[in-house]
C-alpha cells in the first residue's frame, strides 16, 4: 500500500486516509481547502429544481445535511492543514439554496460544532462514519425542523420505541486499512453507545405504509439508528432506502423513485440524506464512476420517475 506522503498542505497521508493528531484519521476526499464556489452553486441549484419536482408531484423534501468530519473536528487536522474561510461558509451556503428552493432544511451543523469541543466525540475516530451520538443529533434536529413546517398529517401509527443506550464496540475503522501494517496495532477498536429497538415495537423500518422515507447513503444504514432515531422523535413510521455513498446522491435518489417500495407507496416526505463533503459534486463527477450522469439526465429522469 506504500507509505506516507505529504500533501501540499504538509499533511501527511496514507491511501485515503489523512493522519490527524490524537489517533484522528480524515477520508482524503473530505476537503477542507478552497471551493470552487460556482460549483458549489451549481450543485445546489440541480438540487434545488430536484426538490421542485418532487415538490410539484405532491412530496416534500428534507435535506438532511451531514456535516463534514474534518471541518468539525479541525483541531485534530495535521498541522499545516487549514479549514479554508469559503468552506468554512459552505454548510450556511448550502442549506440556504436548499431552503429557497422549498426544502425542510435543519441545522445540523451548530451543535455538531457545539458537541465537537467536548471529550465524547460524534465521529469516529478511526472511521469515515459518524457514531450513532451523531444520528441522534441529527435525528433531533431534523425532527424540530419538520414539526415546525407543519407539513406532515397525524399519524395513525406511532414511531419506534427505544430504550436506553447500550454500550457496543466497532472494530477499527475503514480508514486504518489504509496504514501500514506496523501502524494499524495502533487503533483499537472503538467504543459507542446506541439506542435499540425495543422488543415489540409496532413501527417497523421497512414498513410499506410509513409516509416518511428516508433515502440515503451509508451514514443512513440501520447501525447508526439514524432512521430509527427518527421514527422516534417523529412518532410515525419511516421507511428507509440506503446505498453506498460512491453510487452518490443523484444515484441513490434516482434509485428510490424507480423502486418498487416508491410505486407501492408514495411518501409524503422524503428525507434526502447527503453529506456536505459532497458539495461541490455535480451529478457529472468523476467520483460518481458509471453512475455519473448529465444534470438533464438526472432531473428527467427524477420529473419521470414521480409523474410531474
Do not use: C
Request: cysteine-free.
Amino acid at each position: 500500500m506504500g507509505g506516507f506522503a505529504a500533501t501540499t498542505a504538509g499533511a501527511q497521508t496514507v491511501g485515503a486516509a489523512v493522519v490527524g493528531k490524537d489517533g484522528w484519521l480524515f477520508p482524503l476526499w473530505d476537503k477542507v481547502g478552497p471551493l470552487n464556489t460556482p460549483e458549489v452553486r451549481q450543485t445546489t441549484q440541480i438540487m434545488g429544481q430536484a426538490i421542485g419536482i418532487l415538490r410539484s408531484a405532491g412530496i416534500a423534501t428534507t435535506v438532511a445535511l451531514i456535516p463534514s468530519k474534518s471541518r468539525t473536528y479541525r483541531q485534530f487536522l495535521p498541522d499545516g492543514m487549514r479549514v479554508a474561510p469559503d468552506t468554512d461558509r459552505r454548510y450556511a451556503a448550502a442549506i440556504a439554496d436548499y431552503r429557497a428552493a422549498g426544502a425542510i432544511t435543519p441545522d445540523i451543523d451548530t451543535p455538531f460544532r457545539t458537541r465537537a469541543s467536548g471529550p465524547d466525540p460524534i465521529f469516529f475516530k478511526s472511521d469515515t462514519h459518524w457514531m450513532p451520538v451523531g444520528a441522534e443529533i441529527a435525528a433531533t434536529e431534523t425532527a424540530k425542523a419538520v414539526a415546525q413546517a407543519n407539513v406532515l398529517p397525524p399519524s395513525n401509527r406511532p414511531g419506534l420505541q427505544l430504550g436506553q443506550p447500550v454500550a457496543k464496540t466497532q472494530p477499527r475503522g475503514d480508514l486504518v486499512r489504509n496504514l501500514p501494517e506496523a501502524q494499524r496495532a495502533s487503533y483499537a477498536p472503538e467504543r459507542y453507545q446506541i439506542r435499540e429497538q425495543v422488543a415489540g415495537s409496532s413501527a417497523l423500518l421497512a414498513d410499506d405504509a410509513a409516509d416518511v422515507a428516508m433515502v440515503g447513503n451509508s451514514y443512513s444504514q440501520p447501525l447508526y439508528g439514524f432512521s430509527s432515531l427518527l421514527s422516534n422523535q417523529l412518532n410515525r413510521p419511516v421507511s428507509l432506502f440506503w446505498k453506498p455513498n460512491n453510487f452518490g446522491p443523484y444515484n441513490i435518489l434516482l434509485s428510490y423513485l424507480t423502486s418498487e417500495g416508491f410505486k407501492q407507496q408514495k411518501p409524503k416526505m422524503i428525507v434526502w440524506v447527503q453529506l456536505e463533503w459532497d458539495i461541490p459534486a455535480l451529478p457529472t463527477g468523476s467520483g460518481w464512476g458509471q453512475n455519473a450522469m448529465p444534470a438533464e439526465k438526472f432531473l428527467g429522469d427524477v420529473r419521470r420517475a414521480v409523474g410531474a
